[in-house]
C-alpha cells in the first residue's frame, strides 16, 4: 500500500506548479473579493463559474496525464468532471446562479475540504512536511462550507466575506500542497 501512494505521489509530482498556480488564483479571487463587497455578489456568480470552469480543466488535465502513475487518478478526475459540470451550470445560469450562489458555493467547497483533508492523509502517509497544515487548512475550509450550508439567508448577506475566506484558506492550502510535492519531487529526483 505504501508502494502505491508513493507511486501516485510520484505522479501527482511532476505537475505540482498546477496546484500552486490553482493555489494562486484562489487567493486572487479571495482578495478581490474582499476589496469590492458591494460588486462582488453581482459579479462573483460570474468569475466563480469561470474560475470552477478553468479549475475543472486542469483537475481533469492532471488526472489524465498522470493515470499510468497515480493509483488514486480516478478521484482527481472525478473532482476536476464534478468542477467542470458545475462551472458550466453556474456560467449558462447567472440570474439563477445569483439565487442560489450560497448552496452552489457551499457545496463545492465542501468537496473541495474533505479532498484537502484526504491529500493531507496521503502525504502524511509518505512523509511529506506540512501535512498537519494541509490537514488544518481543509477543516477550515470545511467548516466554512457548513456556515454556508447552514444558513443560506444570512450566507446570502455574508457570502461575499465567507467566499473571500474560503478561496485564501483554499489558496494557502494549494500553494502548500504544491511545494510539498516539489520537496516530494527533489527527494525522488
Known amino acids: ?4 501512494i508513493l507511486s501516485s505521489a510520484q505522479a501527482a509530482v511532476k505537475n505540482w506548479w498546477i496546484s500552486l498556480l490553482i493555489g494562486i488564483l484562489y487567493i486572487i479571487a479571495g482578495v478581490w473579493v474582499f476589496q469590492t463587497p458591494l460588486e462582488s455578489y453581482v459579479s462573483l456568480s460570474i468569475i466563480f463559474s469561470v474560475f470552477i470552469f478553468v479549475s475543472g480543466i486542469s483537475q481533469i488535465a492532471l488526472s489524465i496525464s498522470s493515470k499510468n502513475e497515480m493509483q488514486d487518478w480516478g478521484w482527481y478526475l472525478a473532482g476536476g468532471i464534478l468542477d467542470l459540470i458545475i462551472g458550466i451550470l453556474l456560467i449558462t445560469h447567472p440570474l439563477m446562479t445569483m439565487a442560489i450562489l450560497p448552496f452552489y458555493v457551499g457545496f463545492w ?3 473541495q475540504g474533505f479532498m484537502a483533508i484526504g491529500l493531507s492523509f496521503q502525504l502524511k502517509s ?3 512536511p506540512s501535512w498537519g497544515w494541509l490537514l488544518f487548512l481543509g477543516i477550515l475550509t470545511l467548516l466554512f462550507s457548513f456556515l454556508l450550508l447552514a444558513n443560506p ?3 446570502g448577506v455574508s457570502i461575499v466575506y ?6 485564501v484558506t483554499a489558496g494557502i ?3 502548500i500542497l504544491a511545494f510539498n510535492l516539489k ?3 527533489n527527494t525522488i529526483d
Open 109 to 111: 467547497l465542501l468537496f
Open 1 to 4: 500500500m505504501a508502494t502505491s
Open 183 to 185: 520537496k516530494i519531487k
Open 162 to 167: 465567507m467566499t473571500a475566506m474560503a478561496f
Open 173 to 175: 492550502f494549494r500553494i
Open 126 to 128: 509518505v512523509g511529506g
Open 153 to 155: 439567508i444570512l450566507a
